[in-house]
């Protein structure tokens, strides 16, 4: 079974490349994110116990979520398998873990199944420009007070990138399993570097720089 961790800053394109990776190496996505806006949307318990948490961009508690996880992995119940176990050839972490809190559970749960995470994959963004995407958004929209929001949502969700969750990179970067990628690359190359790194397959040799 192999284990990737995502990382990297919010909008810095997790899930879209995580979607298209889950496409070409059957590995299966879980999208903590995803799967908490179901339960605010299937207006479950969790649901409406979130549903403030997820709409400031603050963390949900790490109890809640690392139940969650534990479900898929031992597969007792993964929302995002729908009972039938797909995770079983591995699957590619997109928002989990976010605190250190959550990645020595993840190391705890896996070993369980006698299992690891392989890598962490560091997707690399310019924040300023992240910001700028939002902002363009909203001018587009036309709706000023929505777009205030969106803008100090992703204020919110950065702040708490760099606080909670960027503590993490130290944890994995002592197991030296942190790999890192230029998410500032078009779509497509970002996708097949993932890939290259995943299938563990030989890149292409870096053209010496030219120290002139
Ligand atoms: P992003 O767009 O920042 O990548 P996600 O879709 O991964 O966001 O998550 C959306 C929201 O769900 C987060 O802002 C947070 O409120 C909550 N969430 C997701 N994963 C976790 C987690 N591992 N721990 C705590 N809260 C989480």
Redesign the pocket.
Known sequence: MKVVVLFGA??AG??TQAKRIEERTGLKHL????M?RAEVEAGSEIGKQIAG??AQ????P?DM?INLIEGCITGRKCPQCHGVDSCRKGFIL??????IR?AEALESLLAVQGGAVDSVILLEVDENILAERIRTRVLESGDSRRADDSVETLKN?LRIYHKQTEPILPFYEARDMVVRVDGMKPIDDVTEELNDIITEKPRAPRAASCAC
């Open positions: 919010p909008g997790k899930g999208s903590t994110g995803e908490l948490t997820l961009g603050s963390l949900v790490d979520i997109d928002g989990f873990p976010r605190t959550q969700r």
